[in-house]
């Protein structure tokens, strides 16, 4: 029994694999955070995932950090972003937006606004950046967010929410993973406030899922992705597995769609989180190949999988899975540059 292809229903969609894509950040889209029309065809050309969930997109210009990441804040993006969601489902497939704030992860010149990053404190991340204009910058030194300010950001993410479901998304997805602002919240290393954001940890990435609810109408159209003891962009926590778990018991009341869980190599938490996450899908991703990820569901240990690079280089992943189609590797190269090579030039195997 092939456990990959069996269908998986969230609520209003029902999943016909078990085959998510990843998010993935390709910065792709224009200086000003509107998708280009390369997207389009990146995105339907891979609609036979069971799911997929978009690259890291913006909830305003503060929140960007990044050269040529998406936005959906404004009619300019949303209506790239139509085109997009409106090809997807035309391809017969399902998307799901994800949504982000970089936080402290940011330099002035990839953003369109004036002024410091924010961040829960200001503690600056160590490290480099990449800018179009002058090359690898380290990144900005942050401000803290002063708490009279933290429902103006939170109000952000269930705008866009808003936006999103409004122009036919399926759902979004908040990225409470790699470092960005909503894990700077939940981390020890990046959060040393005094007020009630900082002596509970998890209220900020609690209250924004409750404000994406309450703005998609269905709990069952947000899902959240974390990324526990992940040290990218220089982030630890003293507690991950408390943190962790009290977080999932705090948001499964919510309902949400799911809790995409990115594996880091040596720290075991997969388990203890997917007995806790009772009310939703579980997702699991980070290193997956066709015969791990049909151990993995056989054994209970998720109810889908997530690839990333797989999909990059093979726009038809499920196709190759199911037939023993050998993957193409994909270039690192290109991850990040403009245009459409390394994006939309990697071919579908020929039909079987
Ligand atoms: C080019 C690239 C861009 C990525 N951008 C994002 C992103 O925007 N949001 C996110 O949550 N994860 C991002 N990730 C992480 C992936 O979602 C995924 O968790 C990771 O690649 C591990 O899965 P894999 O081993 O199947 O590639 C990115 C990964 C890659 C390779």
């Given at each position: 029994?092939?456990?990959?292809?069996?269908?998986?229903?969230?609520?209003?969609?029902?999943?016909?694999?078990?085959?998510?894509?990843?998010?993935?950040?390709?910065?792709?889209?224009?200086?000003?955070?509107?998708?280009?029309?390369?997207?389009?065809?990146?995105?339907?050309?891979?609609?036979?995932?069971?799911?997929?969930?978009?690259?890291?997109?913006?909830?305003?210009?503060?929140?960007?950090?990044?050269?040529?990441?998406?936005?959906?804040?404004?009619?300019?993006q949303s209506a790239a972003?139509?085109?997009?969601?409106?090809?997807?489902?035309?391809?017969?497939?399902?998307?799901?937006l994800q949504l982000f704030h970089v936080g402290r992860i940011s330099h002035l010149a990839n953003r369109t606004n004036d002024g410091p990053p924010v961040a829960p404190s200001s503690i600056p991340a160590a490290g480099n950046v990449w800018t179009d204009t002058l090359g690898m910058q380290p990144f900005?030194?942050?401000?803290?967010?002063?708490?009279?300010?933290?429902?103006?950001?939170?109000?952000?993410?269930?705008?866009?929410?808003?936006?999103?479901?409004?122009?036919?998304?399926?759902?979004?997805?908040?990225?409470?993973?790699?470092?960005?602002?909503?894990?700077?919240f939940l981390s020890s290393s990046t959060n040393r406030r005094t007020d009630a954001y900082g002596t509970n940890r998890l209220k900020f990435v609690v209250e924004t899922l409750e404000a994406m609810v309450a703005a998609a109408g269905d709990s069952k159209r947000v899902g959240v992705k974390l990324s526990p003891a992940m040290p990218f962009n220089d982030i630890s926590d003293d507690t991950p597995h408390e943190t962790y778990s009290a977080l999932t018991r705090s948001i499964n009341p919510l309902h949400l769609a799911y809790l995409h869980l990115m594996r880091v190599p040596g720290f075991e938490i997969a388990p203890a989180l997917r007995a806790a996450f009772t009310n939703g899908a579980f997702f699991l991703g980070g290193g997956y190949d066709y015969e791990s990820a049909?151990?993995?569901?056989?054994?209970?240990?998720?109810?889908?999988?997530?690839?990333?690079?797989?999909?990059?280089?093979?726009?038809?992943?499920?196709?190759?899975f199911r037939n023993s189609i050998p993957l193409a590797v994909p270039d690192s190269s290109t991850f990040y540059t403009p245009g459409a090579k390394g994006y939309i030039d990697y071919p579908a195997a020929p039909r079987v």
């Open positions: 029994m092939d456990k990959l292809f069996e269908p998986l229903t969230i609520g209003r969609i029902t999943l016909p694999n078990r085959i998510v894509m990843a998010p993935m950040t390709r910065s792709r889209a224009s200086a000003q955070g509107v998708p280009s029309e390369l997207a389009i065809e990146y995105y339907s050309s891979r609609a036979q995932a069971g799911l997929l969930v978009t690259e890291a997109t913006q909830t305003s210009p503060t929140g960007q950090g990044y050269a040529r990441t998406p936005g959906l804040h404004n009619d300019e972003w139509k085109k997009i969601v409106d090809a997807v489902h035309k391809a017969g497939g399902r998307i799901f900005d030194s942050p401000r803290a967010l002063e708490t009279a300010e933290i429902p103006a950001v939170i109000e952000e993410f269930a705008s866009a929410t808003r936006r999103a479901i409004g122009i036919g998304f399926d759902g979004v997805e908040l990225h409470a993973a790699s470092g960005y602002l909503h894990m700077q049909q151990r993995e569901l056989a054994s209970g240990g998720a109810g889908a999988i997530v690839f990333g690079k797989p999909f990059i280089a093979n726009p038809d992943l499920p196709a190759r």
